[in-house]
């Protein structure tokens, strides 16, 4: 029920539902005053979700700063978050836009950071019939180099939470010992560090990546002209917010 839930705020927090759902309302109503009151709600929305300014101020200060590493530090095994990959309808994967998350554990594993690579994403769609998302990802963690005996797969989870769940199970079976090194996009990360740290992990740090904002050079231009595409990508933003409160809400983070 949870994860069928999850499913149905991702849809209510994008603004851009929020203007297509206040149009069709106006067909409904025949009083002046409340058209007037939801044309009204529909430039406000437009105003300020279109705004670069403000997207980039909010995103850029609840990003997971980067992590410098200790020199001589090593991590027993980094926890690779799915979320990055999708199947085409002949079930053929492909990298997505969070691929990055992929990039990183590989270096990490590379330059001797990590030891091993624990993938964890099973079928995180509600109503597709695909393959696991690890099931691709060890496939391509082998093409890049990385030893079979070093790749742990977690096939069963569907959402964060279950991500560290069934992480800890393997983490404790497998008795790798602490310090861990999670691995997954900078705007995901406060959230994911809550809800691992909240499943046990008592030593693991944060390697953010795959940052969707920087701290660029400022530009009067960007920061005004409106950018219409931002009504759909604050729900990426708006998914971790509410997230982590409901995650806290339900005793998950």
């Not at 393959?131 to 742990?152: Q, S």
């Amino acid at each position: 029920m949870f994860f069928v839930l999850s499913k149905l705020l991702h849809f209510l927090i994008t603004p851009l539902y929020w203007i297509i759902i206040l149009a069709i309302l106006l067909f409904f109503f025949k009083s002046l005053i409340i058209k007037k009151r939801i044309k009204f709600s529909i430039l406000i929305i437009i105003i300020l979700f279109s705004n670069p300014w403000i997207y980039r101020n909010l995103v850029q200060q609840w990003q997971t700063p980067q992590t410098v590493i200790q020199e001589n530090k090593q991590y027993s095994v980094g926890i690779l978050l799915g979320g990055f990959t999708m199947y085409d309808r002949f079930d053929t994967g492909y990298f997505g836009n969070n691929a990055d998350r992929f990039i990183q554990a590989a270096n990490l594993y590379h330059t001797g950071r990590i030891k091993k690579i624990l993938m964890t994403g099973g079928v995180g769609k509600l109503l597709q019939n695909e393959p696991t998302e690890a099931a691709f990802v060890k496939r391509e963690l082998l093409r890049n180099g990385i030893n079979a005996e070093d790749i742990i797969i977690e096939d069963r989870s569907r959402n964060t939470y279950e991500n560290a769940i069934f992480s800890k199970i393997i983490t404790d079976s497998l008795q790798l010992a602490p310090p861990y090194a999670l691995v997954t996009s900078a705007l995901h990360m406060p959230r994911s560090l809550n809800v691992f740290q909240h499943a046990g992990f008592n030593s693991i740090d944060p390697i953010p990546c795959d940052y969707k904002v920087i701290n660029g050079r400022f530009s009067l231009l960007d920061s005004i002209i409106p950018d219409i595409r931002l009504l759909y990508d604050w729900q990426y933003f708006l998914h971790e917010l509410v997230g982590l409160a409901v995650y806290r809400i339900t005793g998950k983070a």
